[in-house]
């Protein structure tokens, strides 16, 4: 398959240029995922240490070993539900589903895809619609809502940028869209993917050493090299499933198998979109790339992917 030309458009639209809560959501998503992996990362930890503890009570001498692991799982379990309670995983998620949301219709009014092609009467009245109907629904899950007045909702949420993007020809919406939206994806899912399956081998490596350990902790005794009463055996089984755990909450492999077809899928798109979609189809084209980008395309993939 040969690679279609890299448009290069005389304009270049940058974050700033896409609507407010785009920037809010997409900071507050940011912020809940750093705060759903540190919990979980800690939560982890704490657990690990505390067994720790429990494997080192028959060879230490005294009571100290016994009241620091009852008191490491007394934190693992205050831990526990204080992550429960902070719901950081959901906000996380309706706050991302509320950014990509915000991104792909500014996106599809600028180049007049989907929805808001070049015959619809109202574009900025459909946009408002589409908009606020969609995050009513993300409301309910746990999106949080930093709007005040009613300038801000719907219409408002349309930059002057985006109406003069709108404006401009269709080649050059074209060669904008196809830059900065398809080409600028395809290299983060390419990036992304290149990431979670090197943090996938890692992970795997380390967790099958922490397995390879706890068998010979285990085979040891049997061989009359005793290790001083302590359950090495059992701290180090715990380690990896410690490891196998994080691997679980981080989905590396599966991020892999997702982001890998999301890449194929969007160079594939691309060079159609460049070479043979015509503007009377290009409304189309641009609903369908968009939804290759979804949150809840990637998650179906990651399914399949697990």
Same mark, same amino acid.
């Given at each position: ?12 639209? %940058? ?9 809010? =959501? ?73 950014? #990509?949301?915000?991104? =792909? ?27 606020? #109907? ?15 007045? =009613? ?26 869209? @196809?830059?900065?939206?398809?080409? #600028? ?62 691997? #679980?909450?981080?989905? %590396?492999?599966? @991020? ?44 179906? @993939? ?5």
């Amino acid at each position: 398959m040969g690679a279609a030309a890299t448009p290069v458009p005389s304009t270049v639209l %940058h974050d700033e240029d896409l609507p407010p809560l785009f920037r809010f =959501s997409d900071e507050a998503a940011l912020h809940h995922q750093s705060d759903a992996f540190r919990g979980t990362r800690t939560h982890l930890t704490v657990l690990i240490l505390a067994t720790a503890a429990a494997a080192l009570t028959q060879a230490a001498s005294g009571r100290a070993m016994t009241v620091c692991a009852g008191a490491l799982y007394g934190a693992t379990i205050l831990l526990g539900l204080s992550t429960s309670r902070r719901r950081a995983r959901a906000r996380w998620q309706t706050h991302r589903a509320a950014a #990509e949301l915000l991104k =792909s219709l500014a996106w599809q009014y600028m180049v007049h895809g989907g929805p808001f092609h070049s015959g619809v009467p109202d574009p900025d009245g459909l946009f408002a619609e589409r908009l606020e #109907e969609r995050l009513r629904e993300l409301r309910k899950w746990g999106w949080e809502d930093c709007r005040d007045g =009613s300038g801000e909702r719907g219409k408002g949420q349309i930059t002057p940028r985006m109406r003069a993007v709108r404006a401009t020809p269709y080649t050059a919406r074209r060669d904008l869209y @196809l830059r900065d939206r398809l080409l #600028e994806q395809l290299l983060w899912y390419r990036n992304k993917a290149s990431r979670a399956y090197r943090s996938a081998a890692r992970w795997s490596a380390v967790t099958a050493i922490l397995t390879l350990f706890a068998l010979v902790a285990a085979l040891l005794p049997s061989a009359g090299a005793g290790l001083g009463g302590a359950d090495v055996a059992g701290l180090l089984s715990a380690a990896a499933a410690a490891g196998v755990a994080w691997q #679980e909450v981080r989905r %590396h492999g599966p @991020l892999t198998y997702a982001h890998s077809l999301i890449e194929q899928d969007l160079e594939t798109t691309r060079i159609a979109m460049s070479t043979t979609v015509t503007q009377g189809g290009w409304a189309e084209a641009v609903e369908q790339a968009e939804r290759l980008m979804s949150p809840a395309h990637t998650e179906w @993939l990651v399914r399949f992917g697990g």
